[in-house]
């Protein structure tokens, strides 16, 4: 049985988490900065090379773990230049973010947390949608509210990567295939690791290296198990 950790004191766990991440399974990377309120605590995931962040408040409940906030800070130029960059890097991040929601669980034995969002904050998820149990929307003192709840016990987790690895391999795949029409998608896998500043995402297509002799390797298919 694992030990329960008040969230505050999760804080240099959840951080050196995140810079243990496999970067060889994922697009981009990441930090995050935490911060101490008088309910639970802040957490800060921040995408470097796109410069997104999403914004989770948590707080201690008896019976769960509470998410009172899933609040995105994005740059819209990218969506402009390549949706197909810019929906990658949004679903990477959103997942990457659930899974420090299943590590803060996991260290409360927390079998389940309960999200009340906004509307704005709630459509973030939807990537996601088929691994909650349940979605409802309430008036509460603060408004309209969405509620999800999200299953976290081991087999829960096993089953939120299961859809995980599907999701990225078809992000992988699009990916592959958008990358001869799109020259930002290019340069990004050409180079990987680059943050994507405006002297990146100004470069001019007729600078990119020849497209045949530089298309990645076409990702694996995802399997049924």
């Not at 999200?115 to 929307?137: G, Q, R, Y």
């Not at 408004?143 to 709840?149: E, M, Q």
Request: charge should be negative; proline fraction near 4%.
């Amino acid at each position: 049985m694992n030990i329960f950790y008040p969230l505050h004191s999760l804080r240099p766990h959840l951080k050196a988490r995140v810079n243990e991440w496999d970067l060889q399974d994922l697009l981009f990377s990441y930090s995050l900065t935490t911060a101490k309120t008088q309910s639970g605590i802040t957490l800060c995931l921040h995408q470097r090379e796109t410069n997104f962040s999403v914004f989770m408040d948590m707080e201690e409940q008896r019976h769960c773990l509470r998410i009172n906030r899933f609040a995105m800070t994005e740059d819209a130029r990218l969506e402009q230049l390549s949706d197909g960059l810019f929906d990658a890097a949004i679903i990477e991040l959103v997942l990457q973010a659930l899974n420090l929601v299943f590590l803060c669980a996991d260290c409360q034995e927390q079998h389940e947390a309960i999200f009340s969002l906004t509307d704005e904050e709630a459509h973030h998820l939807n990537v996601i949608k088929s691994c909650f149990e349940e979605i409802s929307s309430h008036t509460t003192v603060e408004g309209k509210r969405t509620f999800l709840t999200l299953l976290t016990s081991s087999c829960n987790y096993d089953v939120f990567t299961q859809h995980t690895h599907i999701l990225t391999t078809k992000i992988r795949q699009e990916l592959w295939k958008r990358q001869r029409i799109d020259p930002l998608i290019r340069q990004y896998l050409q180079n990987p690791r680059q943050p994507l500043t405006p002297a990146f995402i100004e470069l001019k297509e007729q600078n990119v290296p020849d497209i045949m002799g530089n298309v990645i390797a076409f990702p694996k298919f995802v399997t049924n198990r």
